[in-house]
Structure formats: C-alpha cells, structure tokens
C-alpha cells in the first residue's frame, strides 16, 4: 500500500460509513476528522476532540482495520492528533493527570466544596456522550447538546430538553458538563432546581445572599439547571432563577435546562416561558423498540450478563416508557442469574420481572389512527395527507402526522416512511421542522395536543 492508496483507503471507509449510519451520526462523528499525513506504514488524523478517537476504535475498528494500515502484530497504525492542540498548544491536550486528579477528589469526596457554601459540581462519571444510546426520538436532542457543548454561549442559548422521566435528559446534561469541563476548562455548575431553592434558603438564613448571586451570576460559565418543574408555584424563587438566568446569558454564559414537560406548559410567569422559549426547545421521546433492545445490550455487558436476543426483544416490547426501569431490570435479572446460577430465558424474565411486565403493552397505536385524527383536527382530507400534494394548509398537518407517528409509534423511520410512502429522511425532516415550529407557535402546539387527546382518547 502507498501513501496515495492510505488515503484513498480512508475515504473509501468514509463511503462505507455514510451508507451505515444517518446523516446527523455521520456529521457529528466523521466530518471534522482529516487525514494530516498518509504513509503506506501509517495514517495520521487530525481529529477535534478525544471523544472521536474513542468512537472510532469503540465501533469501527474491525472496519478500519479493513481499510487502513496494520503493524507487524495486526494493531491499526493510526496516529491521532487533537485538532486543538495543533492550533494553541497544550491547554487544549486531552485532559491532563492534574485536570483528572483533580475531578477523581470530587467524586471521592462528598464533602469537598469546590465553591465554599454553594453545592458541589457532582457529574454522574457515566453519564457521557459516548455511553448514551442514541436512536430516533433523541437524536435530535444529542446533537443539540453536543453543539452547545463544542461551542458553549455560541448556538443555542438556552437549550431546554423536555421528556418523560428516566428518558436519559439527566445523561444528556450532565455529558455537557462532562465536555466543557474537560475540553474547554470552563466552570460548569450542574444542580437539581430543588438544589438550587435548598441553596438559596440556606443563603437567606446565613445572610449571604449577596455572595450566592455573585457566584451563580458572576462566577458560573455554563450553568445546568435539572427538573425545572419543581420551580413552579414557587414565586420567589423563579424571580431570583430568572435575574440568575439573564445575568448569566448576558455574559455569554451558557445555560440548559431539562424539564418534564415544555416551557408553555409549566405554571410560571410569561417572562420566564418567554426566556426559555428564546433558545432552542428540543423533546426527548420514548425510545423505540430497536433503541430499547441497545439499551438492554449495553446494560447486560456493563454487568457481565448474557441476554439473548429474542430475551432482549421480550423485555423491550413490556418495558417501553422508561430507560430507567430497563436499567432495574438487567440490575435483578444480573442478581437473580447470580445468586441462581440460571441462564436469562424468557421464562426467567417473566417470573423476575412479574411487576414490571403485569401490564399488557399499550394498544398499539397506527398511522391510519394518527391520519385520522390530524384530518379531523386541521379540516383536511385522509387522502390529501397520503398524497403529494405540497400546499401549506396540507404540508403543515402532513407534518405534524408524521412528527406523531415518530413520537407514538415504535417503529424505525424506515417503516414509519414506508406507511407514509414516504423516505426515512423525509419523516425526519418534517419532524425537525415541527420541533422547530412548535417552540414558538402557540396555535401549533395547542393542535397537536388536540391530536394526541383525539388519540390517546
């Protein structure tokens, strides 16, 4: 192999990617990474942060060692260079034995304040990017949190992800403030509102309030703020929250915020709503059938458990609205399996997971059903939603039908694009689109939920 045919060879894997994975996955992970030089002993890529590296070796390394050069023991003769530190030298490396040093005392220690009286940065270690299972109903969300991550206070200010619970928005915050930490050394603060009203309590009683503004409002460079739903009916505190909030974007500070359910539909001021609605508002769906079973996968081999796949098809089609009730059950099928030394089998699943599986699924809901009910709501015809037609009183609800069917089916975008007759990227364009929409018209947001109702009725 020359070094002409080396770099042929990367873009060769390159196509072989794109036709494997989506368009948003393939930009995220593959295009910021060049070839910087090329030998027939060895390919030396420029890439923008660790994370790609680890991506690359972690799910494609039995392709690339397809494509790329080898060493004499068979190990893929890739050199990787962190694009950063190409550009501004070392404060820009991976991070370093100081900066991880330093985060292992935190996690160590659950009495170390890093900030005197105001509550420690605590990031859950496992909650990253590379570790979050991303399928079609967070896709979007992903790729949102890790733009502001690559360019924080620069794209979308503030980012507010709203879904149901245990659907991975905690993950997701706290994979944010994993990056910026890490690649952009900045000071993160990641709290609970909870958290964040005990604080402010605590600082009424001490008399140090003005201290406790300072360091939220002065000190903080990107500020994430978990389940802003419980600010609701506290008056109080959502105005001290909110001058926090505009202090902080002000600045170019930025913020995220997870809730469950929009910002139009929580029980606070306007002005609030209206400074969280000034971003960019991203839902969080329930995670489809496929999702689900990647999820039980990855679960299992964290804990050294064998599933089998039609078992992991069985658990996911009877746990289906919470990542987190999967993650219990592979914790008591592991202990069970242990303790009994039994194989996971279907029978074992049912017997184990009785409380969780009592439930029958839901009735499974259809596109004709979703059709049906958008055609009623915005006065169309059936037929002109399953046809071509291309006007914007037929465009808007078409739209709207497949951004629900996305949302209530479980179904992979191939298969929902196939009952429209449509393409998979043409049912994710119409749901970016509504995403879009939804985040500041009132009117839209108010007719789909009374599709949903219509529905779910």
């Known amino acids: 192999m020359i070094a002409s045919d080396t770099r042929e060879s990367w873009t060769q894997f390159l196509e072989f990617v794109k036709s494997r994975c989506s368009a948003t996955a393939f930009n995220n992970w593959f295009s910021h990474i060049h070839v910087i030089e090329a030998t027939a002993e060895e390919i030396v890529l420029e890439i923008p942060n660790i994370f790609v590296q680890e991506y690359l070796l972690t799910n494609y390394k039995k392709d690339l060692r397809a494509f790329l050069p080898v ?98 928005k905690t993950h997701i915050l706290h994979s944010i403030g994993h990056y910026v930490r890490e690649y952009h050394k900045l000071n993160v603060q990641c709290i609970t509102t909870e958290a ?74 306007e002005r609030t709503i209206g400074k969280m609605e000034g971003g960019l508002v991203a839902h969080m769906g329930v995670p489809e059938l496929e999702t689900r079973v990647a999820i039980l996968k990855q679960k299992a081999e964290q804990k050294g458990l064998h599933i089998p796949q039609e078992v992991a098809f069985f658990i996911a089609e009877h746990i289906y609205n919470n990542v987190r009730q999967l993650e219990g059950a592979i914790n008591r099928l592991s202990a069970h399996s242990r303790l009994m030394n039994h194989n996971v089998t279907e029978e074992l699943v049912t017997k184990t997971l009785c409380e969780m599986l009592q439930q029958a699924p839901r009735e499974k809901i259809t596109v004709e059903q979703i059709l049906k009910s958008v055609a009623s709501v915005f006065q169309v015809r059936v037929s002109d939603l399953r046809g071509s037609n291309r006007t914007k009183d037929i465009a808007l609800p078409r739209q709207v039908a497949m951004y ?21 990227s043409t049912i994710l364009h119409a749901c970016k689109c509504i995403e879009k929409k939804v985040a500041t018209d009132e009117n839209l947001r108010r007719q789909i939920g009374m599709v949903r109702r219509n529905i779910q009725a």
């Open 71 to 168: 060493n004499a023991y068979g190990e893929l003769a890739i050199r990787f260079v962190i694009a950063a530190q190409t550009k501004k030298g070392p404060t820009h490396h991976a991070p370093t034995a100081q900066h991880q040093t330093h985060q292992n005392y935190n996690h160590q220690n659950p009495n170390h304040q890093s900030h005197g009286t105001h509550p420690e940065v605590k990031l859950n270690p496992n909650y990253r990017f590379e570790s979050f299972i991303e399928g079609s109903t967070n896709q979007f969300v992903k790729s949102a949190a890790m733009s502001v991550a690559q360019r924080p206070g620069q794209s979308f200010n503030p980012l507010f992800i709203h879904g149901g619970v245990g659907l991975g």
């Open 196 to 269: 964040f009203i005990n604080d402010l309590v605590d600082c009424l009683r001490n008399k140090s309030v003005d201290k406790m503004k300072k360091y939220y409002r002065s000190d903080i460079d990107v500020f994430l703020v978990d389940d802003i739903q419980f600010l609701q009916n506290r008056l109080n505190f959502e105005e001290e929250l909110a001058y926090t909030f505009e202090a902080l974007k002000n600045k170019g500070a930025q913020i995220v915020i997870t809730s469950d359910k929009p910002p139009s539909l929580l029980k606070l001021s």
């Open 404 to 424: 629900l069917a996305k949302e209530m089916i479980n179904e992979s975008l191939i298969m929902l694009g196939v009952s429209f007759g449509k393409t998979h």
